[in-house]
């Protein structure tokens, strides 16, 4: 259903050199050719809302997706996604069904995407794949904006839980797809200039704080073009938001800062020393706390390590485990009936 889809962009883009989003490959209006017309830009060219920004301004991703939830429109659903994704044919239906048999208003489908290779039919448009991703996979990293949480590679398979989405302890940046409070409810920090890695722990554990529950989808509705394979040399010309970095030097520092207090991932750091602009704004909710998270999930923010193979809890356990408690009026998990705390089984 087409006619239902709005696309908000931020297109960040060299002057000059770049195509951008919203242009169609052939002019809608000065060809004869049928085909022209019905390209899907002149079609439903009254559907996409694009907010263009020199790329020289960008200050990552970030920032990028503030101004992406700031084009948001009280739509019900409200699904976000990398550049550089191919969508199945029906994905609206399919997603939104997938959404619907979890029966959770919280609920928020979010994953890495699988590469594009050999994924999708040419003829049907259908995914070719039975497996999918699952979140579960993190741990720290140091830098020059000091240690902090990074998703790493996340295991995929045929899903162990069937006719839903199944639970899962982290939020990914490249596909989310939820009710559309949940960009009102947790929204982009605009005071998180430069920073890559770490903005979804912010955003995961931020929504965690709010009462959002993470899934991974039942079946893969898009796809990656990730700079591997044929796609490397194409993807290799796209410009990065670092290639500036000397414009807005020390920024990411303090940025990353403010993003690992607002979520109480730093308490070595004194909280009178990182900006508390707008926190109520960009901060946490009230319905669970950063420590409950923490625990849960095997996350010691003091000594900076983690509890590895969380992934055999994610795939054999979790949802069953978790599940039984989502709220009678489907307000998500209640984790105040939860007390389960991982340990590394194979310690």
């Known amino acids: 259903y087409p006619a239902r889809v709005r696309v908000a962009i931020v297109d960040q883009i060299v002057p000059q050199e770049d195509a951008k989003c919203n242009a169609p490959i052939e002019p809608c209006t000065s060809s004869t050719d049928t085909d022209a017309h019905n390209q899907a830009l002149c079609l439903y060219k009254d559907q996409v809302h694009v907010y263009e920004m020199d790329a020289s301004?960008?200050?990552?991703?970030?920032?990028?997706?503030?101004?992406?939830?700031?084009?948001?429109?009280?739509?019900?659903?409200?699904?976000?996604?990398?550049?550089?994704?191919?969508?199945?044919?029906?994905?609206?239906?399919?997603?939104?069904?997938?959404?619907?048999?979890?029966?959770?208003?919280?609920?928020?489908?979010?994953?890495y995407l699988t590469d594009i290779t050999n994924s999708i039919d040419e003829l049907t448009g259908q995914s070719k794949r039975h497996t999918r991703p699952i979140m579960c996979n993190t741990d720290y990293e140091g830098g020059i904006q000091g240690k902090h949480l990074r998703h790493l590679s996340q295991p995929e398979g045929v899903p162990t839980i069937t006719n839903s989405p199944q639970l899962e302890p982290y939020w990914a940046a490249g596909f989310s797809f939820a009710r559309g409070h949940f960009v009102v409810n947790v929204p982009y920090d605009?005071?998180?200039?430069?920073?890559?890695?770490?903005?979804?722990?912010?955003?995961?554990?931020?929504?965690?704080?709010?009462?959002?529950?993470?899934?991974?989808?039942?079946?893969?509705?898009?796809?990656?073009?990730?700079?591997?394979?044929?796609?490397?040399?194409?993807?290799?010309?796209?410009?990065?938001?670092?290639?500036?970095?000397?414009?807005?030097?020390?920024?990411?520092?303090?940025?990353?800062?403010?993003?690992?207090?607002?979520?109480?991932?730093?308490?070595?750091?004194?909280?009178?020393?990182?900006?508390?602009?707008?926190?109520?704004?960009?901060?946490?909710?009230?319905?669970?706390?950063?420590?409950?998270?923490?625990?849960?999930?095997g996350i010691d923010v003091v000594n900076k390590v983690t509890e590895h193979n969380l992934c055999k809890f994610v795939n054999g356990q979790m949802h069953n485990m978790f599940i039984k408690h989502l709220r009678s009026d489907g307000m998500g998990v209640d984790y105040d009936k939860i007390d389960y705390k991982f340990k590394n089984p194979d310690k």
């Open 57 to 111: 301004l960008a200050l990552g991703p970030v920032f990028a997706r503030h101004i992406g939830h700031r084009l948001y429109r009280g739509e019900y659903y409200a699904m976000q996604s990398d550049a550089h994704v191919t969508f199945t044919q029906d994905w609206d239906e399919d997603i939104i069904q997938q959404h619907e048999n979890s029966r959770d208003e919280m609920a928020v489908q979010s994953t």
């Open 190 to 297: 605009l005071y998180q200039p430069m920073i890559f890695q770490g903005e979804e722990m912010s955003i995961g554990i931020r929504g965690f704080t709010v009462g959002y529950d993470y899934f991974a989808t039942e079946r893969s509705i898009c796809f990656h073009h990730y700079a591997v394979g044929p796609n490397a040399k194409k993807r290799g010309k796209v410009k990065h938001f670092w290639d500036n970095e000397n414009l807005y030097r020390g920024t990411g520092i303090k940025a990353m800062k403010r993003l690992l207090g607002i979520v109480n991932m730093n308490p070595e750091v004194p909280r009178s020393t990182w900006d508390h602009s707008e926190e109520e704004r960009y901060g946490l909710g009230g319905v669970r706390t950063t420590q409950k998270f923490y625990e849960t999930f």
